[in-house]
């Protein structure tokens, strides 16, 4: 008796059509799919420098006297998972940079810290900026294209909700005095470096970026690329103008890329922005970035929302207090405050 016949209840046809789904040949010749990945034991790591089209320039050997840069693609099992500047990524395939060769991105190490933003504060849908980046310049004019206090607020958000450590540049200061602008932030105690046209302070800044990998953020017009230019004279930014109608800047840098600073550091150069949006921020975070005003707030009830209606908040009675909080700190509170709000909805 063969296999077929020792089920007598089942139809003959389904007897057949069952044995003919099972040893059907592969009409492609090719093996079934598996979700075993190989452990690419072989690979190296490298640097992510930049993402252009879906190709990534990867620097690799970093620091050795073999180092050179490799251009990479993405393996197919990480085309959901984004790979941003700054990150560490494994390769294989041929890593060797010559012209023509294109290594793959097999995997992403763990990152250390990640910068990212949101179109506006309602948009759930964050942006990786950078990855791996524990300094953030923030980039301002003193004037042409004027301060904006506001945005550096959420540039100051952003770095500490993601344990960055903010440095303020101030450039153009040979067209205005920055001091009133500074007293926005005299309560908190960030590292403060000034630029004008013909003192760019390119070897304190270098001294602050030796060690660190730091991205460079800043309003479009500000002068941000003109400053990694004076620190990476090879790296040829493009330099926009501001707008004499308009006084806003030209977006002029359209990718992330970073450069080697010195012997060890690196300034991870950003394109500008005019907006910062801030919907991933777990609006508990926002008052770290306010430390004045976070010693304040010890004193508000449990449970307090720190918005301008809020009852008993300790904020909120003692914004008048000349003494205490002053001019300065007064418009700190209403832009922590305006924050909150655009973020609680």
Known sequence: MSWLDD????????????????????PKGN?????????????????????????????????TPEEHEATSSRASELRKQPIVTGDRVDLVGDTSGDEGTLSRIVRIQPRTTVLRRSADDSDEVERIIVANADQMLIVVAAANPEPRPRLVDRYLVAAFDAGITPILCITKTDLADPTDFLANFSGLEIRT?????????????????????????????VGKSTLV???????????????????R???????????????????????GVRSFGLGHVN??????????????????PRGCTHLPDAPD?????????????GEAGKQRLDSFQRMLASLTG
Do not use: M, Q
């Open 193 to 221: 470096v000034t630029s004008g046209l013909d003192a760019t302070p390119t070897e304190e800044i270098t001294d602050l970026l030796s060690g660190h990998s730091t991205v460079a953020v800043g309003h479009s017009g």
């Open 313 to 325: 908040c300790a904020l909120n009675e003692r914004v008048n207090d000349e003494d205490e909080l």
């Open 31 to 63: 093996r079934a799919r598996t979700k075993t990945r190989p452990e690419h034991s072989d690979a190296v790591t490298g640097r992510v420098l930049t993402v252009d089209r879906g190709r990534y320039t990867v620097l690799v050997g970093e620091g």
């Open 229 to 247: 230019n004076a620190l990476v004279p090879d790296a040829n930014r493009a330099i926009g103008r501001v707008n004499t109608v308009t006084g």
């Open 283 to 300: 609006p508990d975070n926002i008052l770290r970035a306010f430390t004045d005003l976070a010693a304040i707030a010890e004193d508000c």
């Open 7 to 26: 089920t007598d209840d089942v139809d003959d046809d389904d007897k057949y059509a069952d044995y003919e789904a099972r040893n059907r040949p592969n």
């Open 249 to 271: 800047g030209r977006h002029t840098s359209s990718s992330t890329i970073s450069y080697r600073v010195g012997n060890d550091g690196w300034i991870i150069d950003t394109p």
